[in-house]
């Protein structure tokens, strides 16, 4: 069975640095898109940037140019480098993967998400 796990939240101060790490284990045949959602209390779930197998990067206009996202295709992780943060940022950060299981087969799977708070 396929699992996401999150790590690297927690709370850090405006103007502060974080990174959130995300790594998929179990029967992976291979990952295509890869990615962070967050959701605010209160607010639906949005797209914060998105990641290929080739490495081209996506990212919601709230975030260009202070978040970056990485990967690393021969550890199934992902990796979002948080900086400038602002308290706006503060949500739960979710990990995503399109992940195949065979050729043939894929399934979108999320983690179970990681807190992140920004201090004014």
């Known amino acids: 069975q396929v699992q996401l796990v999150e790590s690297g939240g927690g709370l850090v101060q405006a103007g502060g640095s974080l990174t959130l790490s995300c790594e998929a284990s179990?029967?992976?045949?291979?990952?295509?898109?890869m990615g962070w959602y967050r959701q605010a209390p209160g607010k639906q779930r949005e797209m914060v940037a998105t990641?290929?197998?080739?490495?081209?990067?996506n990212y919601a206009d709230s975030v260009k140019g202070r978040f970056t996202i990485s990967r690393d295709n021969a550890k199934n992780t992902v990796y979002l480098q948080m900086s400038s943060v602002k308290p706006e940022d503060t949500a739960v950060y979710y990990c995503?993967?399109?992940?195949?299981?065979?050729?043939?087969?894929?399934?979108?799977?999320w983690g179970q998400g990681t807190q992140v708070t920004v201090s004014s």
């Open positions: 990641i290929d197998n080739g490495g081209g990067p």
């Open positions: 179990g029967g992976i045949f291979m990952i295509a898109v």
């Open positions: 995503t993967g399109q992940i195949y299981f065979s050729p043939t087969k894929w399934d979108d799977l």
